[in-house]
């Protein structure tokens, strides 16, 4: 069964760039018709999405967010990753790893990344 | 962009009621419509996608139906797991941009 893991700092600070990665584990990445992508989640809010990447390597971002974002896939870890750049207080958040397939269909435990100095 | 927007934000209920939840579209997602489940501290669980099939596992007792702009989530019989936060989240066609309701609060009465 199809499994995500994130992973990365728990704490950057504002202006830097925010890094994460996530491991697939139970299937291949470059799978073909599947999609990954991250979703955050701010304490006590809502979800937004921030990006996909499909398996053709065809990126998609969130409107708000696209001139900051970076998704990428790494076949030969079984890996893809976020980069957010220029990070403010507002990027704290639960940023959680998703595969989709009908809708966002499997999603990674989440990991916690505070935004301070 | 596409604003999703659910009701009621709480919904009190009892075990063994059926509960209703609302999530209505800006402009028409055609069938591009999901639902999630999230208990406290833990990630999101797909419910429902395409507005009215169930994912892998979902129980029956969870429907959804609807298209265009007005979209419903039941619940026929709740059960103690039952309560918790429920989202809904709609794909826009072409450029794929996706973006969720506010959610709806399930609480026990």
């Known amino acids: 069964q199809l499994q995500l893991q994130e992973s990365g700092p728990g704490l950057v600070k504002p202006s830097e760039t925010l890094s994460l990665t996530c491991t697939v584990s139970?299937?291949?990445?470059?799978?073909?018709?599947?999609?990954w992508g991250w979703i955050r989640q701010p304490p006590g809010k809502g979800l937004e999405w921030i990006g996909s990447?499909?398996?053709?390597?065809?990126?998609y971002y969130n409107p708000s967010l696209k001139s900051r974002v970076t998704i990428s896939v790494d076949t030969s870890k079984n890996q893809f990753s976020l980069k957010l750049s220029s990070v403010t207080a507002a990027d704290t958040a639960v940023y959680y790893c998703?595969?989709?397939?009908?809708?966002?269909?499997?999603w990674g435990q989440g990991t916690m990344v505070t935004v301070s100095s | 962009e596409i604003v999703l927007t659910q009701s009621p934000a709480t919904l009190s209920l009892s075990p063994g009621e059926r509960a209703t939840l609302s999530c209505r579209a800006s402009?028409?997602?055609?069938?591009?419509l999901a639902w999630y489940q999230q208990k406290p501290g833990q990630a999101p669980r797909l419910l429902i996608y395409?507005?009215?099939n169930r994912a892998t596992g979902i129980p029956a007792r969870f429907s959804g139906s609807g298209s265009g702009t007005d979209f419903t989530l039941t619940i026929s019989s709740l059960e103690p797991e039952d309560f918790a936060v429920y989202y809904c989240?709609?794909?826009?066609?072409?450029?794929?941009?996706?973006?969720f309701g506010q959610g709806t609060k399930l609480e026990i009465k």
């Open positions: 989240q709609q794909r826009s066609n072409w450029p794929p941009e996706y973006t």
């Open positions: 990447i499909y398996y053709s390597g065809s990126t």
């Open positions: 402009q028409s997602v055609s069938s591009y």
């Open positions: 998703i595969y989709s397939n009908d809708a966002f269909d499997i």
């Open positions: 395409d507005a009215s």
């Open positions: 139970g299937g291949s990445i470059s799978s073909s018709s599947y999609y």
